[in-house]
């Protein structure tokens, strides 16, 4: 049974918060993108973040990327991370903690790229952009693996399927967090999940996912990565809580997965919420853990796999 932390207290947190108000309905999307690109949220990492990491940041293409770097020793590889946030919104604090404890206790570097968010940030600019950075960061760094959570997710997965295409480069494992897959939204099985998920909604999505996509079809691989063949990727982590609409979605690359011969390791979590890796939990604290542990074997391990 999920602990009380995750069964009542976040989801009392996300609905006193309204967090779900820019994706429940397309009036909300609206207002949201509308204060967000007048005010520009800040994007730094936060002053008090731990000790045992240095951050630098540079330039790369007109975007700030960060690199989280342990003080101790040399990196033994990389890992470059997509921050979620409906593709509007900017990275959180909560990323960055993620992303300082992975580069600290797995001995990685980690890149934190600042991507452009929409209505300026396209899935054709952006999902480039990032395998672009993944190449960089094994040329620099050794073995590199990718991440990402919600909308982060999709650009992940989405850039391990075009290096493969595009650069026949095989990934040592792409760890996804609650992403979401199909942006169509059209999975049957949301409309049970829907009432119970305090935190997103269809119809706001939907106006984040037409900004985003910027004309591409909704099954280009690009924008949804559940529409490509998954036949050759590397390894995939999964991590999803069943009080998400994104869930079914999950469920559905998972099956896909394992029929095109991809390995694929499923953190479900019944009765918790998007992203629950990220929350302040037991469950959340446990996946964190997790995740690090994941990505240390996927970049220490095997080195030659990242590449065909």
């Known amino acids: 049974m999920p602990s009380l932390m995750s069964r009542t207290v976040v989801p009392l947190l996300l609905r006193a918060m309204r967090a779900n108000r820019p994706f429940l309905t397309e009036q909300g999307a609206r207002r949201r993108l509308a204060e967000v690109t007048t005010r520009p949220q800040a994007y730094g990492p936060p002053r ?11 330039r790369v293409d007109g ?3 960060y690199t ?4 101790s020793g040399e990196p033994v590889g990389g890992v470059v991370y997509a921050h979620g946030g409906g593709w509007y919104g900017e990275i959180a604090r909560q990323h960055w903690e993620l992303t300082a ?9 980690v890149t934190v790229p600042i991507y452009p968010l929409v ?6 600019q952006v999902v480039p952009g990032f395998a672009d950075l993944v190449l960089r960061s ?11 959570d919600s909308a982060g997710g999709q650009i992940a997965l989405s850039a391990a399927i075009l290096l493969r295409d595009r650069d026949a480069r095989v990934l040592p494992r792409t760890l996804l967090i609650a992403p ?15 009432p119970r998920d305090p935190w997103l909604g269809r119809d706001g999505t939907r106006v984040h996912i037409d900004l985003w996509r910027d004309g591409l079809p909704l099954d280009d691989p690009l924008v949804s990565p559940l529409a490509a063949d998954l036949a050759g990727l590397g390894p995939i982590s999964l991590y999803v809580g069943t009080r998400d609409i ?14 095109a011969g991809v390995e694929l390791d499923l953190h479900e979590q019944e009765g918790l919420v998007h992203v629950y890796p990220l929350t302040p939990s037991p469950e959340g604290r446990a996946a964190r853990t997790s995740i690090v542990s994941t990505l240390a074997r996927a970049v220490a391990v095997l080195p030659g796999m990242d590449e065909v």
Do not use: F
Not at 48 to 58: N, P, Q, S
Not at 68 to 71: F, M, Q, S, V
Not at 138 to 148: I, K, P, S
């Open 101 to 109: 404890q992975v580069a600290a206790e797995a001995q990685v570097a």
């Open 63 to 65: 975007w700030p990327v």
């Open 246 to 259: 994104l869930w079914p979605d999950a469920r559905v690359l998972v099956a896909r997965a394992r029929e």
């Open 68 to 71: 989280i770097r342990p003080r």
């Open 138 to 148: 094994q040329e620099r760094w050794g073995t590199t693996a990718l991440a990402g």
């Open 119 to 124: 209505p300026y940030g396209t899935a054709a």
């Open 180 to 194: 979401a897959l199909d942006l169509s939204l059209t999975n049957p099985e949301i409309d049970a999940v829907l």
């Open 48 to 58: 008090l973040l731990r000790k045992d990491v240095r951050i630098d940041v540079e």
